[in-house]
């Protein structure tokens, strides 16, 4: 069983030569290379590297060396400006760059990403994605109306849908009610052209490792969606403040939740589908 994390973030230390825009809780540097010694230590095989919107909004230049330097290891996706009336042509050159799988767009409630999902600049990303057969990674967390609304108006595209579009704590304690928005992503399994991150899960623990209270609600996400539509990811580093890389892997290898079918599909079988991208370790 090749095992594929769904979404990690890479990033340089902050430097002049490539700057950070923003500075999260995260380390001072998780290179390339560092992220895949600590996929080595614990067995996983691949990723989606997702490049940091916090750090270089909508320069992917260095998950692009990443890449280039671990093709066997990582595939990319770049977030696009809805912004940007070029939008369509910034598509089609990464439609050519080596392991590109994606593209990424974030409809959340916080400053600089808070649009109106009839917004003509998501939706024209929407039609170039799909006229150029990429799917779509969308962060909607906390704003699941505006991002249903989107997915609606565009039937054909295929979205992969961040972090169980429910809203993760970047530091402890995790929210008092983690799993409030669970009913409405379960309705949005009825939608075809979606498949389900399950990235992040851990950090809506509010129990210690091995976050033994995931499991109930996520039993419902895979009833809704079938495990050949959820991903398994950690989402680290911007997980780091709240489970450690081994803490975010090891709860899904190790559960007796999970039959050996299931956890293949999960933790990499699934992925492989849906970004059309296998690892070469």
Known sequence: MAIIDSQVHAYEANTPKRPWHSVPNWPAHVTGDEMVAAMDKVGVDGAIFISAFSMYRYDASYAVEVQRAHPGRFAIVKPVDPEDPAVGDVIAEWKRTPGAVGVRIMLTKEPGRDRD????????????AAK??????????????????????NPDTRFIIDHLAIQQPRTLPPPQQPWADLPKVLDLAKRKNLVMKVSGA????????????????LARVFDAWGFERCLWGTDW????????????????????????????????GACAKAYRWSPKV
């Open 237 to 268: 580093t911007r997980a780091y403040a709240v489970v450690n890389y081994e803490q975010a892997v090891e709860p899904f290898r190790n559960t007796d939740r999970l039959s050996d079918s299931e956890r293949a599909m999960l933790m990499g």
């Open 132 to 153: 150029h057969d990429l799917p779509v990674n969308i962060l909607f967390w906390g704003n699941l109306d505006a991002g249903t609304t989107l997915i609606d108006r």
């Open 202 to 217: 851990c950090t809506l623990s509010r129990e210690p490792y091995p976050f033994p209270d995931i499991w109930d609600p």
């Open 117 to 128: 999902p009839n917004h003509p600049g998501l939706n024209r990303i929407a039609r170039e």
